[in-house]
């Protein structure tokens, strides 16, 4: 089963509108860690944002907030002002604990914004 | 804030060569690294982690044999694809974390390396 969904294969957005990029996960475990990166064309692995699955607040970082849902297992990403350079691949993952004590990460399989002016 | 360098960015080889690739962090010491395989406009695939001192632990249907990882040092982990064929082109990216018990500290990724097999 997968364990990090995200549904939206593509998103547009006019710029300096909000988008949110939709993350859906799946876990048994009381402690985790959810995570967005943002993938541009050049290939690099950019973090954007982290939310502990203890964290009573929703993350935030300038623009990117997330919202996290605890009771409906979601972990969107709401990107506010948006400007060209956000158009890129968005992934969310998550870190949940494995046997031993060390975490596995996994990722979505990720969501394609394009900023358009 | 944490870098990690991962060289070559990319390499062109012929079908039978093996392919080394690196991965280093630069200003902390990582004790478990991860090495990904990403198919064009796909997600990351998780091929192995790798523990400093210790074997790799390598992900159903990733051939340890073709893809040898070693990680001698808190600050390198090597990625080598024996024997390289064009099934193998792809692009491989490394990630490190200080501190792999922890689920808050963020993986740290390096550039990537673009493998094309001829």
């Known amino acids: 089963a997968q364990k990090i969904t995200q549904t939206q294969p593509g998103m547009f957005v006019q710029e300096k509108e909000a988008v949110t990029l939709d993350c859906t996960y799946d876990t048994s475990d009381q402690s985790y860690g959810l995570f967005w990166y943002k993938q541009p064309s050049s290939g690099e692995m950019i973090f954007l944002i982290y939310q502990g699955s203890y964290d009573e607040q929703n993350a935030t970082e300038g623009r990117y907030s997330l919202n996290f849902q605890k009771a409906r297992k979601s972990a969107n990403l709401v990107i506010s002002a948006s400007q060209l350079g956000d158009s890129a691949m968005y992934f969310c993952a998550m870190r949940e604990s494995a046997s031993g004590g060390s975490y596995i990460p996994t990722f979505g399989r990720g969501t394609s914004l394009i900023v358009h002016p | 804030g944490a870098v990690v360098s991962q060289h070559p960015s990319w390499v062109i080889c012929k079908s039978g060569t093996s392919v080394k690739i690196e991965c280093r962090s630069l200003d902390f010491q990582a004790t478990t690294m991860f090495w990904y395989r990403q198919f064009p406009k796909q997600s990351l695939m998780l091929m192995a982690t790798?523990?400093?001192?210790?074997?790799?632990?390598?992900e159903q249907g990733v051939e340890k044999d073709k893809f040898l990882i070693n990680h001698a040092s808190l600050t390198l982990s090597t990625l080598t694809v024996t024997s390289a064929h064009p099934e193998d082109s792809s692009f491989y990216i490394c990630?490190?974390?200080?501190?792999?018990?922890?689920?808050?500290?963020?993986?740290?990724f390096g550039a990537g390396s673009r493998l094309t097999v001829l």
């Open positions: 790798s523990n400093e001192g210790s074997k790799a632990t390598y």
């Open positions: 990630s490190a974390s200080r501190d792999g018990h922890s689920g808050a500290n963020v993986l740290t």
